[in-house]
């Protein structure tokens, strides 16, 4: 034994020994009454034997979950902040093509939009952008991190064309929430920038204008020869209109004015109209009145929410209605149209303003009375084929140097039967197809031009 040892009485251990002993039985003791008391409790009583406990535990585990949902919903409301995109608003498309061309961004579920363009002389460019497909996405914008969701209803469908209806919705810390507006300008910009001296060309689509395809160049108003002044002439009256919204305001006019350019096909109409566009820096909506499932409803619709800076265009109108009946050609028996219904659309009640309407026809007199009068139709202009002026002008456009040639050409053109026609649109294609011998488009316009 240990000199430490030594110094611990043995009465002590004993008592040590005793004490501890003593509390291991109290231990046992208070385990003992407490099961007891549990058995008595709850395994005895005949209401947590029925299950009432673990309805308890239940109902106490449920509201433990609603209040961590509640609580997560309130930390939700007060940090973050959501903004939905639907597709049916115009920045949908905006800021899908804004996020494609974004760099900083993490995705891993894409949907690809193809671009396919089918140029004159046969060959085809097609381009891929590849988005965001539905699902969940990371972007980093300007120092904020923004969750972006992409959603498609499996429910929803757009009846007009078949698609489901999808939503983009972009979420970010509360304090970030300018950067929403920041955002959609610049996509906004972007699409805007695009389409800098470029044309769009809008169709209907269900009760919307969507443009049809890519954007066009802006085509030079000097690239159409019409015959002399003619073009000047109707320019110069848009430009009228244009500048003077105030005087039709004040004498309670409808500010609106209607064109209608009538003569073969062939003769420059719609390029006219297209190079007036382009010259004014406006879009063109293109309306069929044949559409199959057009009606008046839809018709009057879509003629008031036409988008800003834009020609509206009614292509070949005779096609739809012969005087006041609808047509019975093939392909032009399915519109809802009545004739009363377009005359309302452009000149009623429910019309609309501030618009510029173009219509064209090669049969201008299938056209009723009614739909010719001022108001529906403030100018009418015929459009012929060629004519000695244009023959001139188109010849040296293309061969700028050849004079002399020239001057022969015309002068056998002088001696032709006024009877026989040649289009400008035949014209063209004469002198495309001989782009550098001059004496060949001489030579087949002869045998055209007879």
Known sequence: ??????????????????????????????????????????????????????????????????????????????LLIDLEIPSKDKSYLWFLQWVGKYPNRSSRQLSVETSFQQHDNGSVTTNFQFVPGPGRHFIKYKGAYMLIRRERSGKMVDMTNGSPFETVTLTTLYRDRDLFKELLMEAKELATKQNEGKTVIYTSWGPEWRPFGQPKSKRQLSSVILDESIGDKILEDVKDFMGNGDWYFDRGIPYRRGYLLHGPPGSGKTSFIQALAGHLDYNICILNLAEANLTDDRLNHLMNHIPERSILLLEDVDAAFNKREQTNDQGFNNSGVTFSGLLNALDGVTSSEETITFMTTNHPEKLDAAILRPGRIDFKQYIGNATLYQMEKMFLKFYPNEFEKCQQFMEYCKTVDKKSHISTAQLQGIFVMNKNDCDGSIEMIKQVYK
Request: hydrophobic share 40%; proline share 4%; glycine share 8%.
């Open 1 to 78: 034994m240990s000199g430490t040892d030594s110094l611990i009485p043995p009465s002590t251990e004993v008592e040590n020994s005793v004490a501890l002993k003593t509390d291991q039985v109290e231990n046992n003791t208070f385990s003992s009454k407490a099961s007891s008391l549990f058995d008595e409790v709850v395994k005895k009583n005949p209401f947590f034997a029925a299950g009432g406990g673990l309805m308890i535990l239940g109902s106490a585990l449920a509201l433990a979950r609603a209040g961590i949902k509640s609580g997560s919903a309130f930390a939700y409301r007060q």
